[in-house]
């Protein structure tokens, strides 16, 4: 498995942006699809953002495309999601996951690892 850590997180004003970042650790990075997630209070933990091995597929929710993009650089173990024009509904612990499949998935058991979790909040 791989260890996660996400930073970047904090309080913005909507229509701002933030990057958020996950640093890995441990096994092969490349060997992992790469999901953002994202969890709200009293909401279940969702898929924002999702990225294969290579980076050459991805995946976006419906509420964050055209707005966020995920992207990640294996030779830094990392992985980033840069969010623009922030909505106050975008408020949220972010968590950073790896898979072991090839493309990353939206349901939340198909990842091993998870990050602590960084706190994203848009005042409107």
């Known amino acids: 498995q791989v260890q996660l850590v996400e930073s970047g997180g904090g309080l913005v004003q909507a229509g701002g942006s933030l990057r958020l970042s996950c640093a890995a650790s441990?096994?092969?990075?490349?060997?992992?699809?790469m999901g953002w997630f994202r969890q709200a209070p009293g909401k279940e933990r969702e898929l924002v953002a999702g990225?294969?091995?290579?980076?050459?597929?991805?995946s976006y929710a419906d509420s964050v495309k055209d707005r966020f993009t995920i992207s990640r650089d294996n030779a830094k173990n990392a992985v980033y999601l840069q969010m623009n024009s922030l909505k106050p509904e975008d408020t949220a612990i972010y968590y950073c996951?790896?898979?072991?499949?090839?493309?990353?998935?939206?349901?939340?058991?198909?990842?091993?690892?998870w990050g602590q979790g960084t706190q994203v909040t848009v005042s409107s």
């Open positions: 441990g096994r092969a990075f490349s060997r992992y699809a």
């Open positions: 996951a790896a898979s072991s499949l090839s493309v990353a998935s939206s349901l939340p058991r198909r990842y091993e690892s």
């Open positions: 990225i294969s091995l290579s980076g050459g597929i991805t």
